[in-house]
């Protein structure tokens, strides 16, 4: 979502790390599955008029400036959160102290380390990314959180996005000459004009690289006269940009879609989604009104690639069940890097409950649950289709506020949306996202629901079966009020799984976790439980939003690393940082 943004007042005094910090480790015994209906049915209305691809030229990145000095000297600005659920049902959620429908559990104690276990992911190659700054938004002066982008080919070449801002770093962590770019200058996104003086708005980056085509590839939303930004003509677009040759500093064929192809023709898109298969590229969005006051529905746009000549949209994804017919929100698409013929026959989506679900839980009082899985088959074509399936889950319910040792319940922990990227992998999809826990202290804390869904398909690409093969949580235990959240999963070549994740809690402040699962682990378990910190915080953070969204890259068909993003608070400020890393299952494929 584009959250928050603004300078970030911060605390005063730093405190002291807590270095002999507790840890629980949780996969919990699965609970009794909910009775769901078989009656759920998953419908969308195709766009009357199909979403165009505007403004398309050529950007030489070599050529591109390096982020200056006046991109320092933006005044602070603020923007109000947007939440599918809306605003006051969040904050609600957020200020729960407790609840007796979350899923529950005592957790496994471990002591929290930073040598993996012989089963664990490793860490290698790791250095400070972009950090909090009017040169990564510059639009606002500084902002938060850093909603977070990453992609990484096979020789350790690596982009990485924040907010505004774009980075290319070699393998040691160099930022290469030219680097950073903002992100108007990267995309080529010309000023609105008198009607803002400080330039396009453009937020929620994703990055991405497909291994199969060698190509590096951008996305970022830009929103004009909606939201209460300005007084410019509306605009509501998604630019888009893949480059031409496996540099990716060379040149890039960049587009924007126009995202006004809804029933609302004034509604406009907010956290940016984007996915690939091996002929198509997609996007998602969630629409709000205008004002910004209230959702909309969800769009989801796909366009031919590496063609680029056409794309097709879909909104107003629904679920209807016994409970009614629900909206639903970040339909997020999934990450297939597979040559054509190997992968699945379409695209791959996935969407959890943001309250309510179709049984008519509200995900507060009444656990949610159950997920919509949809597939899309010939992006930009003229016989494309996208068809959905309800598959039911454990339960689910929404994170409260995450807490630090300056106090309890200051972090925005998240909500239930998919945020991180979906990753196909051997027929399964990986996903996970937070939820509300009650841990053995009976404390109401975050933790970590993640899913293995395999999906069959018939010749024409639609989804026939789906069925949650796998689904358990990661929580802590202990009296500290731990909290994990905003994950992300990719799988590695050897099908092992690596999770990255942030936790934080009343003795241990914002830090990085990494664990892993073996192909050969039981179903439901996690070989490297909690995994092994990557970053421990040693201050408070002042920022009260988080994460929104950490990222992971899978960069080689040969080799078992993974990349992966995340962010901690800076030593001296508080605000954030982040960290860039390689990782790699301690025992990999030669």
């Known amino acids: 979502m584009t959250m928050q943004k603004h300078r970030v007042v911060q605390f005063g005094a730093a405190f002291a790390l807590i270095a002999a910090m507790a840890i629980a480790a949780f996969g919990a015994t699965a609970l009794a599955r ?13 766009a009357v008029t199909q979403p165009q691809i505007l403004f398309k030229h050529q950007v030489d990145m070599s050529k591109v400036p390096q982020a200056s000095a006046s991109d320092l ?68 002066g500084g902002c938060q959180p850093p909603d977070m982008g990453i992609a990484a080919n096979g020789a350790g070449q690596v982009m990485q996005s924040v907010n505004t801002s774009l980075a290319y770093f070699n393998i040691t962590g160099t930022v290469q000459s030219g680097w950073p770019k903002t ?36 996305a970022e939303l830009q929103v004009e006269g909606a939201f209460g930004f300005n ?58 009104n205008n004002a910004g006051t209230a959702y909309d529905y969800a769009e989801v746009a796909g366009c031919n690639y590496p063609a680029l000549t056409a794309c097709n949209g879909f909104w107003n994804l629904s679920v209807t069940g016994p409970g009614g017919t629900v909206l639903i929100d970040t339909v997020n698409p999934s990450v297939v890097p597979m040559n054509a013929g190997n992968g699945p026959r379409g ?18 009082t009444a656990a949610c649950h159950g997920v919509s899985l949809w597939s899309w088959v010939n992006p930009g074509g003229p016989n494309n289709a996208l068809n959905g399936q309800f598959v039911d889950t454990q339960n689910y319910t929404e994170p409260p506020a995450a807490s630090q040792p300056a106090c309890l319940g200051c972090i925005d922990g998240g909500d239930l949306r998919f945020g991180g990227t979906p990753f196909y992998h051997a027929g399964s999809l990986y996903v996970a996202h937070a939820t509300g826990w009650t841990n053995g202290a009976a404390q109401h804390v975050v933790a970590i629901q993640w899913f293995r869904f395999r999906v069959t398909q018939n010749t024409s690409g639609a989804i026939t079966g789906a069925t ?37 809690g009343s003795a241990n402040f914002p830090s990085i976790n990494v664990t892993s699962k073996r192909v050969s ?40 690393n993974i990349w992966f993003a995340s962010e901690y608070p800076n030593p001296t400020t508080g605000d954030w940082n982040t960290k860039v890393m390689r990782l790699r299952i301690a025992t990999p494929r030669a």
Request: hydrophobic share 35%; aromatic share 12%.
């Open 34 to 46: 909910p009775s769901a209906s078989a009656n759920v049915t998953a419908s969308a209305k195709k």
């Open 73 to 140: 000297a933006k005044a602070s600005r603020s923007l109000p959160a947007l939440y599918p659920a809306g605003q006051k049902a969040h904050q609600a959620a957020q200020q729960a102290k407790s609840s007796s429908v979350a899923p529950r559990g005592a957790g496994l104690t471990m002591s929290g380390g930073s040598t993996p276990s012989p089963s664990s992911a490793s860490v290698f190659n790791i250095w400070d990314g972009q950090k909090d700054s009017a040169a990564t938004c510059p639009y606002f």
């Open 468 to 504: 949650d093969a796998e689904d358990n949580y990661l929580a802590a235990g202990g009296n500290t009020h731990l909290s994990l959240t905003y994950p992300v999963m990719a799988a590695d070549l050897d099908g092992d799984i690596i999770m990255g994740y942030d936790y934080m």
């Open 521 to 560: 682990d039981p179903d439901g378990t996690w070989s490297g439980g909690l995994g092994h910190v990557v970053v421990a915080g040693t201050v408070n953070t002042g920022d009260s939003r988080w994460g929104d969204y950490e990222a992971m890259s899978y960069n080689a068909p040969y080799q078992d």
């Open 347 to 364: 695209e791959l989506f996935a969407s959890s409950f943001n309250s309510p679900d179709p049984f008519g839980n509200d995900c507060v």
């Open 183 to 218: 992100a108007q200058a990267f995309f080529g996104v010309g000023n609105p004009g008198a009607c803002d003086p400080n330039g396009p708005f453009m937020s929620d980056p994703r990055s991405w690289y497909d291994p199969y085509k060698n190509r590096w590839g951008q």
């Open 231 to 288: 007084a410019c003509p509306f605009s509501t677009l998604y630019w888009i940009a893949i480059s031409n040759t496996s540099n990716p500093n060379g040149t890039w064929t960049v587009f924007a879609i126009n995202m006004a192809f809804g029933g609302d023709p004034t509604a406009a898109a907010d956290f940016t989604q984007f996915g690939f298969d091996a002929e198509g590229i997609f996007v998602s969005a969630n629409m709000f």
